[in-house]
T-cell receptor, first 112, second 114 residues
């Protein structure tokens, strides 16, 4: 069973701080990794994806990938109350890239 | 641009009833998916269709059937609903042609089985 592990939280950070969300995955053959944001009662929406080792930046968001350690992270700079949501990490299935496995998500609370 | 459209948004069923959840995408995507999301369990794949004409089981297929009607539409059927199938159901789609293709989700169907 391929697994994507996330701490369910909640992770509480003050407004303006950096929020760091972490994820590990078990399928060493996974190539692509995705971060989704899900507000309560809403559907997941894609924030960004990464498939190369290192960092990928998009505005206040930075995704980091370390394939040797099977570790993915998402940094949110200058956190805002509107960033309060559950963040889902997903890794593609090396047996067929059309499928992904999702973690349970980390709930982030940004305190004003 | 509608993206992925799911119907209905809410449904209450009695144990043993059947129903079909509908999903349609207008992004010309090849792959479509059905997930269920339960508290503390995350998103679990029920069935997926890598391309038109094919369907495959996911992690939790028991009690469900699917039909890929055409490239746009992918339906999920509960033949005899059970309380354990109370959940939020999401349909998603992706281009499915490469390893860097994200999935795009519909708004979900909230299903309660009494």
């Amino acid at each position: 069973q391929k697994e994507v592990e996330q701490n369910s939280g909640p992770l509480s950070v003050p407004e303006g701080a950096i929020a760091s969300l972490n994820c590990t995955y078990s399928d060493r053959g996974s190539q692509s990794f995705f971060w989704y944001r899900q507000y309560s009662g809403k559907s997941p929406e894609l924030i960004m994806f990464i498939y190369s080792n290192g960092d990928k930046e998009d505005g206040r968001f930075t995704a980091q990938l370390n394939k040797a350690s099977q570790y993915v992270s998402l940094l949110i700079r200058d956190s805002q109350p509107s960033d309060s949501a559950t963040y889902l990490c997903a890794a593609d299935d090396s047996g067929g890239y059309q499928k992904v496995t999702f973690g349970i998500g980390t709930k982030l609370q940004v305190i004003p | 641009n509608a993206g992925v459209t799911q119907t209905p948004k809410f449904q209450v069923l009695k144990t043993g009833q059947s129903m079909t959840l509908q999903c349609a995408q207008d992004m010309n995507h090849n792959s479509m998916y059905w997930y269920r999301q339960d508290p503390g369990m995350g998103l679990r794949l029920i069935y997926y269709s890598a391309s038109e004409g094919t369907t495959d089981k996911g992690e939790v297929p028991n009690g469900y059937n699917v039909s890929r009607l055409n490239k746009r539409e992918f339906s999920l059927r509960l033949e005899s609903a059970a309380p354990s199938q109370t959940s939020v159901y999401f349909c998603a789609s992706s281009e499915g042609t490469g390893f860097d293709q994200p999935q795009h989700f519909g708004d979900g169907t909230r299903l309660s089985i009494l």
